[in-house]
């Protein structure tokens, strides 16, 4: 089975990065981006968003180089989504600086005609009531994932609650599902979550590596071990991307295709966060993500024979 | 090959545990409690440590019963050493009430004669020059492991250094691991240690599992996903426990069996922090023991079948 399509909701934004390894203005970023560049390695990708018409032409440029669909990527008068985020010393705290909304606050999503009939659909972190109006737009998905964020569960518990009864696969941070569910032992937690409507849970635990929840099994999977990691910004999403991208590929939902899932997608962010920004993710080749795939088994494997 | 004995020195003491879910107080505990009784499931354990008069005749009797060699039990006038310590509410940060090392304070360890030609030597968590007076008392041991924490690397870090040099596996938790290596990401950090003469560290890491770094390879181990946690005290060391005792049973020391060998660590101490101090290690039968075993390996494995 070929790879299916997969339409994208989320944010591209300009952001301002500092961490203790340098800082970069201005750099094509945003939730949307990372997931594409990630499940583009994957599968086609088909681009709901909004941009300012500050918007660097050869940002665009770069995402129809990558093949991404970018129909649904509207241009509109005023300024990109801006955000600004500084690291502390060891990389695992981050303070935001700043978030610009702009063209964003007026966004309401439309999705082409074209795109209408995608089967896998990633609702990116955007306010509930946004990826709702993503869904009403599309014609019986095969698979929808949802990300989300404090910022929704706090200000928006009702509306995501009712858009999580539509979606299968939710995809949050470890934070995020403690929160979400009301409950600090995360595996309790993680299970709790199933009952919101999604069959399956996948938590992501940073340099803790990811968990699966979900009504078939559950499954841990640590991160690589990565002795060089310069800026985390675009990691979760780089991990979604990978993570869903491989699902449209393969045309599975098993566990086994799950658990495979799950280590693409943490293969993906691993060389997201080598770099600044994106510039690792866009340069990643096939056979990388092979090897570093087949690490993460050897790394992992209690029956390894090595 | 049948299972080798571990020479163990470490503390015996009585504790006070509070946490959101109850509270003991004198309960059978200490460092080298838990470590016996988990290495106990595997192999031989012959302990070295000091008790007060006050040590209550029935933990000495567990002690036996559990076939642990108590021969290099001292019984000295004095209180047994003493700790305290709550937990909050997710039972992730711990406050220490009081430590009252008593009999502990004028301890030199005194290896009975019967004791010295142990081939498994585990140093516990004590000051490392009574870890080097230990060493000094030993014939040539096939493995030396030590465990050590944050208090010794600070105030004794010489003394550290120089017995880590006749150490072959190091055990020790993330944060001591990044304070010992000065270097915050762990990666790095378990890496490094190995410049200082073990050919092998675990890094335990609590709910999120444990990390191996040797000459040999690396490994990366994700807890088992207990939704019910009650008492963290002593999963450290019954993890050691686990760990050693594997090694002294299989008597291999190859990667493949280093990686059971943590995985059985990880077994034993998902036991031990389901219940009150030492109430369920103590009672875990040795096909809980495997079950648990398959079900890690189920959680964890990549290509797993289900």
Known sequence: M????????????????????GEVRDAFGGSASY??????????VRLVAVVGTDFPEDDLQLLRDEGVDTRGLEVVDGRCFR????????????????????????????????????PYVFLGNIHPSLQAEVLEQVRSPRLVALDTMNLWIETARTELLRVLRDVHLLVLNDQEARQLAGE????????????????????????HG???????????????????????????DSF???????????????????RRAIA????????????????????????????????????????AER
Chains 1, 2 share one sequence.
């Open 2 to 21: 070929s790879a299916q399509p997969i339409l994208l909701v989320g944010s591209v934004a300009l952001d301002e990065i500092v961490t203790p390894f």
């Open 35 to 44: 997931f594409a560049l990630a499940a583009r390695r994957f599968a086609p």
């Open 83 to 118: 955000w600004g985020g500084r690291y502390g010393d060891d990389l695992n705290s981050r303070e935001t600086l700043y978030t610009h909304l702009n063209v964003f606050e007026h966004f309401h999503p439309k999705v082409p005609q074209a795109y209408r009939d995608s």
């Open 184 to 207: 600090s032992n995360l595996v309790r937690a993680g299970r709790r979550l199933l009952d919101l409507g999604p069959r399956t849970i996948v938590v992501k635990k940073g340099e």
């Open 210 to 236: 990811a968990a699966l929840f979900s009504t078939g099994g559950e499954f841990a999977l640590p991160a690589l071990h990565l002795a060089d990691v310069r800026d985390p910004t675009g990691a979760g």
């Open 240 to 258: 979604a991307g990978g993570l869903l991208g491989y699902l449209a590929a393969s045309g599975e939902t098993s566990g086994p295709a799950l």
């Open 264 to 303: 693409y997608g943490s293969v993906l962010a691993s060389f997201t966060v080598q770099d600044f920004g994106i510039a690792r993710l866009r340069n990643v080749r096939p056979e990388e993500i092979a090897a570093r795939f087949e690490e993460l088994r050897l790394l992992t494997h209690l029956d």
